[in-house]
């Protein structure tokens, strides 16, 4: 479909709509159609609306899986799209919603939408899952922004056992340290740095141990 601003090639809403179907009824691979159409033009996102009050729960999982791209178009749009998506009754839809969440965090650190609590209180066990394994990632990587979403969770009275099961069947007592944090005992983990190997492109005169090696990859 080649669409474009001028004059002579201008489709009103209703003849996109009208294209759209027309494509979606011969492709499957709606998620990748919306995506596109999400990042080239903002006029389609009356379209996306329309998706996104289907009761076809398929439509529903494809809009809720392609809604990360809102955030290239406005990012408080993105951000109240999540929130509106993160109470769907459909769980799905909310499952698909989980991997936008670093990226949420990264931009509204302060969360005033009060997306963790809310999404971490989900009735569905895969939501609660899939916040649970983000979290653990992001203690892995930044303790920092991970020790700004406990406070969250901890302030809004949410039930951190689970988070520390999850922890420990990781890594043998590794929620102590956040524990120990929370109650005022501790202090934040630090990520140790691992010595990176720079090539010198030359051969070295002496090869190191097969152990000193796979430490600097």
Known sequence: VYLTSHPKWHLSIYQLRKEITQILNKYTN???????????????????NQLKADQDPDVLAAVSNTSADLRFLDIDLWAENLLELSKHELPVVRRNIVPSLRDYFETFPDDTRKLLPLLWRDGDEVVRTRMRELLVKMADISPPKFAARLTDLSAENCDLDPLWQLMDA??????????????????????????QHISTKQAPDKLPSLDDALDTL
């Open 170 to 195: 990781r890594r043998d007592n590794s929620s102590e340290v956040w524990t120990n944090w929370l109650s005022g005992k501790g202090e934040i983990p630090q990520i140790e740095v691992k010595p």
């Open 30 to 48: 709606l998620p990748l159609f919306l995506m596109v159409l999400l990042h080239f033009l903002f006029d389609a996102l009356p379209f996306y």
